[in-house]
């Protein structure tokens, strides 16, 4: 074929730029379409030999070749795979955004097994030029006497092409690099962006650098296989060592045998898995396979605590397999990573569209062929059918989820505590989610033992004895509630689950239940706040209540009249304080060892909650109601020498005490407060000193 110039037939003159700034986002990425190409063309080759149109030659073994030459600034891409003759170099190549693969595909659709062609848009080779100043193919298409192809273009609309010296079938693609992008003929650059997008694709690749030296390596002679290049035989003679048998006599003992080893050229090693282990049935994985895959692709030493495997042909192509990780901190700091491929071609990291934002929090892995990508193969184009891609991923973590606590409850709580922010955000987030799950969800209590919701609703349900009782009312008292009945609806009866956000500050709360035969759940999680307003509004019967938010009947002694004593105390507090809107309750707690508590309600504590979260925590939340109510024990000594003796030199110090522990156990005291506590703290010891 004489050399022959033509012109790239395209649209605008302006397309080189477009791909070169705007197409793709990361530069990098011109290594993955051009390894995907090769990838295509042996794929091609693999179809047409399954049906009877091409056959392998004996030695035959797909590959894919990067060689990097820093010298000469170049980079080459090459494959054995279909090959391209003249027509098929002016076809695919100088029209832009004519796929082959789509070509391809259309013509033996029938005839071949699974799509798992990866281009389709007939952009990806001119990413190259995004790096390279000059590109050079020499092909040679598949077919009996196919002549050689050579072509160049330079980044501009045209291009030359001639016949080549190319002498095996297959494609190389060499780039010469423009001075921005020297950085891609470094081997370890290379390496670098050929692990993050190609780790996994369907064919080995091999990456070297030209001109380097030989490396070699030894192996034992056994184990040579038949391309393995021998440069040196090796005998290796027994090792013996002087030991002493059972009659206490030296004897010279054989501790390692002959052995017979070769010095060969180092094997190759190819940076592609083409088997990932999602591409496996769950069946055919073993634990320790899933374990080493996962310390594999996201580097964490600590081994996950279990994993959704997902296999699914029907509607959709979806493979993938997702890992519940073990984590130690709080819900806003972990960092889950979800890797999207497509045909086992990276795509990116945690697409939103694709994976619901609570499964963003765990890792693993996702291969869909049927992910409608846009030219870039970059992001997702707006299709409904992502959205039941969604779907299906929520509604597998659900199930399994929900048959390990049905088939497997010990092991699920004890992954309880590891892996509730996940399933509290996934339920807060994804309304079928919540309805899966609701019933699943663990509420550990005091003693360590895990409930679900209808257990706790079932443990603090009010007594029936008790409850007739509360139905006793005077007639003025029922009088106006029928009254009340006529113009609003009653409120339905509520439970209320009682919960502690930290076990050590509100230990006297849990004391006091503890003693009188109560109970209470452990919410300490950042989740947790938000997650019990998600129940309350599903589950209208249930209200939760932190331990320290109000006094229930069962922990006091209602049967004596304080009113003098809250009356006297009150004023006595508000004055010593100078806290002139303190509301103070004097109870017969039945826990004589407790003096003083802080209570703040349910209703005021997540309002404060809520302020501190929109940064609007330095606003006085007794605007809302008010904040915080000091409970004094009538049975306690302190109490009952403060009302009996209000005037002694001490008072002002056992109230300002009395406050100051009630706080302890409530919140954490401010610095400043923190600092007079430990004053008066001394002082006290200095009186009982004397």
């Known amino acids: ?93 100088t029209q832009i955004a004519f796929s082959g693969a789509t070509q391809f595909l259309e013509k033996y659709k029938d005839k071949t097994d699974k799509d798992q062609i990866i281009g389709h848009f007939g952009l990806g080779f001119y990413s190259a030029f995004m790096v390279a100043e000059d590109v050079h193919i020499d092909t040679l298409s598949y077919q009996a006497d196919a002549v050689p192809v050579h072509w160049e273009c330079d980044g501009s609309t045209e291009y030359s092409m001639k016949d080549g010296d190319k002498t095996t079938p297959g494609t190389e693609i060499t780039l010469y690099l423009n001075e921005e992008s020297l950085e891609f003929s470094n081997e370890y650059r290379v390496r670098e962006v050929l692990e993050k997008y190609c780790s996994f694709m369907p064919v080995e690749i091999f990456l070297s650098k030209a001109n380097a030296p030989q490396e070699y390596e030894t192996i034992d002679e056994a184990d040579l296989k038949e391309e393995d290049v021998v440069v040196e035989h090796i005998h290796e003679e027994a090792k013996t060592e002087e030991k002493e048998n059972e009659n206490g006599e030296k004897e010279v003992v ?23 282990l999602w591409a496996k049935h769950p069946n055919e994985c073993t634990e320790d396979e899933y374990k080493e895959f996962y310390r594999k692709v996201f580097n964490d030493y600590r081994e996950p605590l279990f994993w959704i495997h997902l296999n699914m042909d029907y509607p959709f192509n979806l493979k993938g397999i997702l890992y519940f990780p073990r984590i130690n901190t709080e819900y806003d700091s ?17 697409i939103k569209e694709v994976i619901p934002e609570y499964l963003m929090l765990l890792k693993g892995v996702i291969d869909c062929p049927d992910l409608p990508l846009n030219v870039s193969r970059s992001a997702l184009q707006n299709d409904g059918f992502v959205k039941k891609i969604a779907d299906y991923i929520s509604k597998k973590v659900a199930d399994k989820l929900s048959g390990m606590c049905k088939t497997d409850r010990e092991n699920y709580e ?29 509420y550990k209590n005091i003693d360590g033992k895990y409930l679900t919701l209808a257990d706790c609703i079932e443990e603090n349900k009010i007594p029936k004895e008790d409850a007739e009782a509360e139905e006793v009312k005077t007639e003025e008292t029922a009088a106006e509630e029928v009254a009340d009945e006529k113009t609003e609806e009653k409120e339905p009866e509520k439970t209320s689950i009682f919960y502690v956000t930290d076990e050590v500050q509100q230990g006297q ?52 009249d304080l009113t003098e004593e809250t009356k006297s105390l009150s004023e006595l507090f508000k004055k010593t304080l100078d806290k002139q809107n303190l509301e103070v309750k004097v109870e017969n707690l039945k826990n004589e060892g407790i003096s003083s508590m802080l209570t703040i309600s349910e209703e005021n504590r997540r309002m404060q909650d809520m302020m501190k979260m929109y940064g609007m925590a330095g606003m006085d939340p007794s605007m809302f109601g008010g904040t915080e109510t000091l409970v004094l024990n009538a049975n306690h000594p302190l109490v009952k020498y403060l009302f009996e003796q209000s005037d002694d030199e001490h008072v002002t110090l056992i109230c300002e005490q009395l406050y100051d522990l009630a706080c302890i ?25 004397k």
């Not at 054989?254 to 990932?276: F, L």
């Not at 035969?517 to 950042?526: E, R, S, T, Y």
């Open 254 to 276: 054989e501790v390692s045998p002959a052995k017979d080893k070769v010095k060969i050229n180092k094997r190759p090693v190819s940076i592609s898995d083409i088997h990932p």
């Open 1 to 93: 074929m004489a050399e022959k110039h033509g012109n790239l037939s395209i649209n605008s003159d302006n397309i080189f730029p477009i791909i070169k700034k705007w197409m793709y986002s990361d530069h990098d990425i011109f290594i993955r379409e051009l390894v995907s190409n090769g990838c295509d063309a042996i794929t091609k080759l693999r179809k047409l030999e399954v049906v009877g149109d091409y056959q392998f030659p004996e030695d035959y073994k797909a590959k894919i070749e990067v060689i990097v030459n820093p010298e000469e600034k170049t980079l080459k891409f090459i494959d054995n795979g279909i090959g391209m003759t003249a027509d098929e170099v002016e076809e695919y190549i």
């Open 414 to 442: 004890k992954y309880w505590d590891d892996i509730n922010p996940f399933i509290k955000f996934g339920c807060i987030k994804d309304e079928k989610f919540s309805n899966k799950m609701m019933d699943y969800i663990l």
């Open 665 to 689: 156990g409530n919140k954490q005291l401010a610095p400043e407060q923190m600092t007079k506590f430990i004053s008066r703290s001394n002082e006290i010891m200095m009186l009982l000193a």
């Open 509 to 560: 709360y849990i004391n006091l239940f503890r003693g009188q035969g109560k109970d209470a759940v452990i919410l300490k999680h950042n989740i947790d706040s938000a997650f019990i307003s998600h129940v309350e509004q599903i589950k209208e019967e249930v209200k939760f209540q932190r331990i320290d938010a109000d006094l229930t009947g069962d922990l006091k002694d209602d049967s004596v």
């Open 334 to 350: 972990i960092e889950g990573t979800i890797k999207l491929y497509n045909n086992q071609v990276f795509i990116a990291d945690n």
